[in-house]
């Protein structure tokens, strides 16, 4: 196994950066990660005033932590009020979610109390910025970047878009939580990390193009998570425990690179344009829907295809060397399969529409919106529906 990340050491950071000139910072007050960090919750109450606490998660992930939790809590003299989210296989942060936690939480809540992943903690980071309440995370899954992040991904009338809100006060990734994580959770954490790839690739088409600030110290910690998960994927799916605890880190480490550029920017490229479509495709048929790692992980392969032909056909050349679309679709099949749109429930009429939606999405430069404003935007769309799912399926 590589070296471990000193994550610790990034808490509560704040310097000037000379490589961007601006000024990096780090928020979190505690980060801990690691087998058997569940308890380190008491050394983080220790550091707070708060007593009455509003404890949040779903009925896959309450039971995983809350009796250990609960006690914790009990013993630091709080008072605790509960919210189970029970009835959905896997829920999508929405106004009607963010509306029943708001209803249900005590108006004298001093503390959120988080056990979940990429849901439970985003709509903790909703509910702790609007009510100006700070918010600890007990990661259950190595299944997104978010945990460390800035920023939420909403469902807001009926499109998701990435809002800049605010970090949590601590982190414990506990990864003897983690390791029981469902084998698409651990799939979509590797999905999510690999399409970093493309993000830093449009991060630098940006910076050529318009001017856009470009930072290469936080390029380059994102680099290395990338790099990273790729030479460690076979372990994760094996479920080792040094694999998962570095899969943690890296999760955490790419949001952290979130936090100290003040945007998405580092970690949300074209992948996520694409992948943020369909999500709120599948939010708004009220089914059960692809983690959004997942989905990531095959926009992913299509952003690097739609790299890899720019090259062949006018040279673009964007300073990053990228993984072969193919490389990354063998890691996400050997993860369960998510290298197939069938599989994900994507059909060619949603992939088609998803390019056009994501050039529009949030006003980020990216490849999509460089292929669109050089007139190859349809092209493009044509050649990879007919790619991924063949020549009778390219109308529409």
Not at 259 to 284: D, I, K, T, Y
Request: aromatic share 6%; net charge negative; with cysteine.
């Amino acid at each position: 196994m590589s070296e471990r990340l000193n994550l610790p050491a990034l808490a509560d950071m704040n310097r000037w950066c000379s490589a961007c000139e601006r000024q990096h910072s780090v928020p979190i007050k505690k980060i801990f990660s690691g087998p058997g960090v569940i308890k380190e919750l008491t050394t983080i109450l220790e550091d707070l005033p708060a007593k009455n606490v509003f404890l949040i998660g779903d009925h896959h992930t309450m039971p995983l932590a809350h009796d250990a939790v609960f006690e914790m809590l009990h013993r630091a003299g709080c008072r605790i009020d509960e919210l189970v989210f029970d009835g959905k296989e896997h829920y999508i942060l929405n106004e009607e979610l963010i509306g029943t936690a708001l209803i249900r939480m005590p108006l004298d809540t001093q503390l959120i109390v988080a056990i979940g992943s990429g849901t439970m903690n985003d709509l903790s980071r909703v509910v702790s910025v609007h009510c100006g309440i700070p918010y600890i995370i007990i990661g259950t899954a190595p299944s997104m970047d978010g945990y460390a992040s800035v920023t939420s991904a909403v469902v807001m009338d009926g499109r998701k878009r990435s809002v800049v809100l605010g970090t949590p006060y601590g982190i414990l990734a506990d990864t003897d939580l983690m390791i029981t994580a469902p084998d698409r959770m651990l799939a979509a954490g590797v999905g999510d990390i690999l399409g970093k790839h493309v993000a830093i690739a449009d991060w630098r088409l940006s910076h050529r193009e318009t001017g856009e600030v470009y930072c290469p110290e936080i390029a380059g910690m994102i680099e290395q998570a990338c790099r990273r998960t790729e030479k460690q994927y076979l372990q994760v799916v094996q479920r080792n425990s040094q694999a998962i605890w570095d899969m943690a880190d890296t999760l955490i480490l790419s949001g952290i690179a979130i936090s100290m550029n003040g945007n998405s920017r580092p970690a949300s490229g074209s992948e996520h344009q694409l992948a943020h479509h369909w999500e709120a495709v599948f939010a708004n048929q009220q089914g059960d829907c692809p983690l959004h790692g997942n989905l990531v992980g095959f926009g992913t392969i299509v952003a690097l295809r739609m790299y890899e032909m720019a090259q062949q056909d006018f040279g673009l050349n964007v300073g990053y060397t990228l993984p072969a679309p193919g490389t990354i679709g063998q890691i996400l099949k050997a993860m369960g399969d998510f290298s197939n749109p069938e599989i994900l429930g994507i059909t060619p009429e949603l992939f088609r529409e998803s390019f056009y939606h994501g050039v529009s999405l949030n006003g980020r430069y990216t490849l999509l919106t460089h292929l669109d404003k050089m007139g190859k935007l349809d092209t493009y769309v044509d050649r990879l529906t007919q790619e991924f799912f063949g020549k009778l399926n390219i109308s529409g």
